[in-house]
């Protein structure tokens, strides 16, 4: 029996490495990766973007989240074919090219927003969408649209703090 007989095309199976195309941070980056792997492994492993952090890879802490056109997800649930033809930032996307750091990383700084940092990539990211999408009216909803997000350090006073000023901040800017 030949090995076509045996196995169908079907397109391409586990460990058959796929190039996949896609933008981090407004770069445009080629990899050839296993159809299997995810975003956050390709971010961390290949493209030493270390910013977003493996806490539990099961989709249960959020410490992995980036953007994927502008909507925040968890870069170990997602498969990093997934992400081809797509625009990915990552924490490492957020400040200016001096180095001024975003306003929304200026707020957790002046806010005591974190500990031991682990967590705050995910939060940063995550907060940033959960601006954008006008889930930031009060602190309730802030710690509601942020619970995906954990701490085990408990800084979540001073993240709610610092979301609140962003929003404030943002929203004034805007009107
Ligand atoms: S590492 Fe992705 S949710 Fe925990
Ligand atoms: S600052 Fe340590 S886990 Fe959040």
Request: charged share 20%; aromatic share 4%.
């Amino acid at each position: 029996m030949t090995d076509t007989a045996t196995r169908p095309e079907h397109g391409p199976s586990a460990g058959d490495p796929l190039e996949v195309a896609f933008a981090v941070n407004g770069t445009a980056v080629r990899a050839a990766v296993d159809v299997r792997e995810s975003l956050l492994d390709v971010l961390r492993e290949r493209l030493a973007l270390t910013g977003a952090k493996k806490g539990c890879d099961h989709g249960q802490c959020g410490t992995c989240t980036v953007l994927v056109d502008g909507r925040r997800v968890l870069a170990c649930l997602t498969l990093a074919v997934q992400a081809r033809g797509r625009a990915v930032t990552t924490v490492e996307g957020l400040a200016a090219p001096d180095g001024t750091p975003h306003p929304l990383q200026q707020a957790f700084i002046d806010h005591d927003a974190l500990q031991c940092g682990y967590c705050t990539p995910g939060q940063i990211m995550s907060a940033l969408a959960c601006v954008a999408e006008g889930h930031a009216g009060d602190d309730e909803e802030i710690r509601e649209y942020l619970s995906g997000n954990l701490c085990r350090c408990g800084a979540y006073p001073g993240i709610v703090a610092a979301v609140r000023d962003y929003a404030d901040s943002a929203r004034s800017t805007e009107g």
